[in-house]
C-alpha cells in the first residue's frame, strides 16, 4: 500500500532540520517529514496541532490515510481540505456539525430572497433590481413556397 503523504516514489524523507519541524500529522504518526514532499503538511502544519487533533478526534487517522490512499493524488487536496472543514465544523457545533452549517445558509439565502422580493415589489415604476433578460428570437426557417 502506498502512503499517501509521500509524493515521491522513493519513500524516503529527509530528517526534519530545526527550521523545518514535522508537520502535525507524521509527528502523530512518528515518522520522518520533509514539508516540501510531504503531502499531508499543507493541511496539517506543524504550527496548527488543533486542526489535526479535531480530525483525528472525528475521523480517526487510519480512516484519513485511508480515503486519501483510495482517492488518489489528483484529489487529495480536496478531500483532505472538506475532511478538516468537517471536522472543525463538528468541533464547533457538536450536534449538528456541517448540517448545521448548511442549515444556517439556507435560512440566510431565505432571507436575502425574501427581502430581495419585498425590495422589487415596493415600486413597480421603477425597473426591478435584478435585471431580466429578453427572451431571444430563434432564426425561422425560410417559407416554402410549395416551388420544388
Known sequence: MADPSRSTSSGAAKKPSPRNPRCAACKFLRRACSP???RLAPHFPASQ???LQSVERVFG???VLELAHKAGPEYL?????SIVYEAEAWGRDPVWGPTG???ALELEIGTARADLAVLQGQDQDQPPA???LPEPE???PPADDGAG
Open 130 to 132: 435584478v435585471a431580466t
Open 77 to 81: 487536496d480536496d478531500i483532505l481540505s
Open 101 to 103: 452549517v448548511v442549515g
Open 138 to 140: 430563434l432564426p425561422r
Open 36 to 38: 516540501e514532499e510531504c
Open 49 to 51: 496541532p488543533e486542526r
Open 61 to 63: 487517522m487510519r480512516k
